[in-house]
């Protein structure tokens, strides 16, 4: 595994290059170009101007979170085939680049949903968490009219402006769009895709659907073992792979996380390495990564990756903010830092373990 970080590039990210350099163990980011709209084409120039930014730090970039996939090719409108088109283009100037990993996912409309971006700890640190309560009393018609993801009085992280002054027309596009029909969109798009991975080796890796449930009543996929090793088979290609994010697929208390990172064995290319605390199945928070602060046995999860020679790259995700950081929810350096030396820490006592065969 190679351990990175997840940076917001230079115009937006607090947190600066040569600070996440400093993180023992991390050489490698994950970035994307922000500017980009999902549908857009992405020139060689531009990626290799952020490349070029990387590397002035002695960095380099292990892979894009995210090439977004536009609603368009989600919901099999007209515009499918010519953002088809601008994806297989992208991929292809990263794969001339020499990027060889891309995240994306397949969430209808919004991207991740928490409903508290600073929910207060008993030691003062706050965190990212989610109430399905909160999301329920969520007025869909309220939504559509106060626009700009300030949905009483909450802003959603992972909800982009600008998909969200399209928000009405989004759900438009969705009616009539169930889990099947989903189902086959992602399967004609993949199909579409492998040619290019393949001549480039760029492995897709799709991010679960966050929480592993449907909201606002639109379709979700990508959310348990059933439906990851369906999606696995229908286009059986090792291109085809996934994000095995802990903390998405561990909304659900019915995933099993290290018996899924088993079954899809050859399939993970990148991995999200978060743990959660539950407070009911329905209402939990983003604790510190370490196994005793949440819910998960993050030990195991590790421990599955190793044994199932995960060799890509791994990111600790979503941190606390702590120490008086002011930095974007989720994403400040602190307490990510902190993870990323818990996950190698980890790494480390399994890997030598088993070299030593004790
Ligand atoms: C949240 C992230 C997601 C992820 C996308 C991938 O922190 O893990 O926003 O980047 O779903 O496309």
Redesign the pocket.
């Given at each position: 595994m190679e351990m990175t970080l997840r940076w917001y590039g230079k115009e937006f990210d607090t947190v600066k290059l040569w600070q996440i350099r400093q993180i023992p163990g991390v050489k490698g980011v994950i970035t994307t170009l922000y500017n980009k709209q999902a549908g857009e084409l992405w020139t060689q120039d531009e990626i290799k101007a952020l490349k070029a930014d990387v590397a002035a730090e002695d960095m380099h970039i292990a892979g894009i979170?995210?090439v977004?996939v536009s609603d368009a090719i989600k919901a099999a409108t007209k515009d499918r085939d010519e953002h088809i088109q601008n994806y297989i283009d992208t991929l292809e100037n990263l794969g001339k680049e020499d990027i060889h990993m891309v995240?994306?996912?397949f969430?209808p409309v919004f991207?991740?949903t928490r409903t508290e971006l600073a929910r207060k700890r008993a030691d003062g640190s706050t965190v990212l968490a989610y109430t399905q309560e909160a999301v329920d009393a969520i007025n869909p018609e309220k939504m559509f009219e106060s626009l700009s993801g300030d949905m009483n009085g909450t802003v959603m992280?992972?909800w982009e402006p600008e998909r969200m002054a399209h928000v009405k027309e989004l759900f438009e596009i969705y009616k009539g769009i169930d889990e099947d029909k989903l189902f086959e969109n992602i399967v004609y798009f993949l199909k579409a895709i492998m040619p290019v991975c393949n001549k480039y080796d760029i492995k897709m890796a799709i991010?679960p659907d966050?929480p592993a449930w449907s909201v606002f009543g639109l379709p979700r996929i990508i959310n348990n073992e059933k439906n990851i090793l369906k999606l696995m088979k229908a286009v059986d290609d090792v291109h085809n792979g996934v994000?095995f994010?802990s903390g998405?697929y561990g909304t659900s208390l019915e995933n099993d996380l290290p018996h899924m990172i088993r079954a899809l064995e050859g399939r993970i290319h990148f991995a999200?390495v978060r743990n959660l605390k539950f407070i009911s199945p329905t209402n939990f928070e983003e604790s510190a990564h370490l196994s005793s602060d949440g819910t998960f046995d993050m030990y195991e999860i590790v421990k599955a990756l190793y044994e199932t020679g995960f060799d890509g790259p791994i990111r600790p995700?979503?941190g606390r903010m702590i120490w008086g950081e002011v930095a974007m929810p989720?994403?400040g350096l602190y307490d990510r830092a902190l993870g990323a030396t818990y996950i190698n820490g980890l790494w480390e006592a399994i890997e030598k373990s088993h070299q030593r065969g004790v």
């Open positions: 979170e995210s977004n995240c994306y996912n969430m991207d991740w992280p992972g991010h966050d994000t994010c998405s999200h995700d979503h989720g994403y």
